[in-house]
């Protein structure tokens, strides 16, 4: 199984991106899907989560400005970011529950690569 993340890039304060997470391989089941980010120095903190169902939460940082959404269909998620300010700047990773087989012993938590996203002032 393998996360592959895109949509990273440098944006001026106020701008948007779109971040987008594709799993892929041996894949029976998606539960939670997430976003966290980690800045230089700081722990990796999360962003938003969403379930298979479509219940999401958000970051206080973040409420107003990020979206998180799914397409179960393509096995992917998203990160709507608007209103980018510089403290968003990090390295943004997605994460999913995912099971291979229909045992509920085969559910791990896999990890993206990381995309960067720069917000500049």
């Known amino acids: 199984v393998q996360l592959q993340a895109s949509g990273g890039g440098l944006v001026q304060v106020g701008g948007s991106l779109r971040l987008s997470c594709t799993a892929s391989?041996?894949?029976?089941?998606?539960?939670?899907m997430g976003w966290y980010r980690q800045a230089p120095g700081k722990l990796r903190d999360l962003v938003a989560t969403?379930?298979?169902?479509?219940?999401?939460i958000h970051a206080d940082s973040v409420k107003g400005r990020f979206t998180i959404s799914r397409d179960n269909a393509k096995n992917t998620v998203y990160l709507q970011m608007n209103s980018l300010k510089p403290e968003d700047t990090a390295v943004y990773y997605c994460?999913?529950?995912?099971?291979?087989?229909?045992?509920?012993?085969?559910?791990?938590?896999?990890w993206g690569q990381g995309t960067q996203v720069t917000v500049s002032s």
């Open positions: 391989g041996n894949i029976f089941s998606i539960y939670t």
């Open positions: 969403i379930t298979k169902g479509g219940d999401t």
């Open positions: 994460t999913a529950d995912i099971a291979r087989d229909i045992s509920a012993r085969s559910i791990r938590t896999y």
